[in-house]
């Protein structure tokens, strides 16, 4: 999170002309990216870990916070090995979710129930921070560990978690086998309003990426022959009015085969499949 507050504070320098505040800034990105990959890497494990009991050793566990440098774009691509962990059954993925902790680790879920455990448990916040970094790794980084289909089974096996007693529902944590969520009826469970879930499926799975400049840019995560149609209506981006629409066959909105991006009612971009496509605001 430092490393991407001195890294927007450095492009916001720069675009109001300040080139000074702005160097000064990107070094301090920089020294923190360095840091990060020197000292957090586990060469062992593969893994960046959180260093034990506020000291210098490594705490020797992949933990799910482990992938959030992605959300910051901030890894070299050497660094790409851990998203192998994040599909494999044996320590991240589980039949309701991405748990917080390797599943294979001694401790894992040892620690009760019901004072903020992060040994395992599926945590809605932690789903839509890794979420929006492997939406991140597959837009950004050349690699080979996760594909589109891999954010698809994940986005939709958060979305068919988010059930409470037959009613849609948004907790604190839920169990990672059965789906149950494990403060359900406290209080505090039902007012966890922590997901993203709105900014996954507009950035990621329909692919709508922030930009700075007068380009947008579309990159779907829906994997190919996955869905025949879909349609983000009326999005406000950049003080304008984006629509952005898959129709495999042209029949569901009429507005032509494939994908196609509007802006303000005139179409910009548009391929006959699901890929990356660019235009002009």
């Known amino acids: 999170y430092m490393f991407g507050n001195a890294v927007a504070i450095a492009n916001l320098a720069k675009m109001n002309g300040n080139a000074d505040i702005a160097q000064l800034y990107y070094k301090k990105a920089d020294s923190i990216k360095q840091l990060v990959q020197s000292i957090l890497w586990s060469s062992k494990d593969n893994f960046f870990e959180v260093l034990k009991d506020h000291g210098d050793t490594l705490a020797n566990v992949k933990e799910e916070i482990g992938f959030i440098p992605w959300y910051f774009n901030m890894p070299d691509s050497n660094y790409n090995v851990a998203w192998k962990y994040l599909v494999d059954p044996k320590t991240f993925s589980a039949p309701f979710g991405i748990t917080t902790a390797d599943r294979s680790h001694p401790q ?5 129930t019901g004072t903020c455990e992060w040994d395992g ?8 921070q890794t979420l929006t970094a492997m939406a991140n790794l597959l837009n950004h980084y050349n690699q080979n560990y996760v594909a589109d289909s891999n954010y698809f089974r994940q ?8 059930y409470y007693r037959g009613r849609p ?7 990672e086998k059965t789906g149950y969520w494990l403060m359900g009826d406290a209080e505090r469970s039902r007012y966890y309003n922590h997901s993203t879930f709105n ?9 709508l990426r922030p ?3 007068n380009i947008i840019e579309v990159n779907p995560l829906v994997p190919a022959n996955k869905w025949k149609w879909f349609c983000l209506d009326n999005v406000l981006y950049h003080g304008k009015i984006v629509s952005i629409i898959w129709d495999e066959d042209g029949t569901k909105y009429k ?4 994908l196609t991006v509007w802006v303000n009612g005139k179409k910009v971009a548009s391929s006959l499949k699901l890929e990356k496509i660019t235009g002009k605001l």
């Open 255 to 258: 507005k032509g085969k494939g």
């Open 108 to 112: 894992f879920r040892t620690h009760g």
């Open 155 to 162: 986005l939709q096996t958060y979305v068919e978690s988010m």
């Open 199 to 207: 900014d996954l499926v507009i950035t990621g799975l329909v692919g």
């Open 211 to 213: 930009r700075a400049d």
């Open 169 to 175: 529902y948004v907790g604190e944590y839920l169990d």
């Open 121 to 128: 448990a599926v945590w809605p916040f932690a789903t839509s």
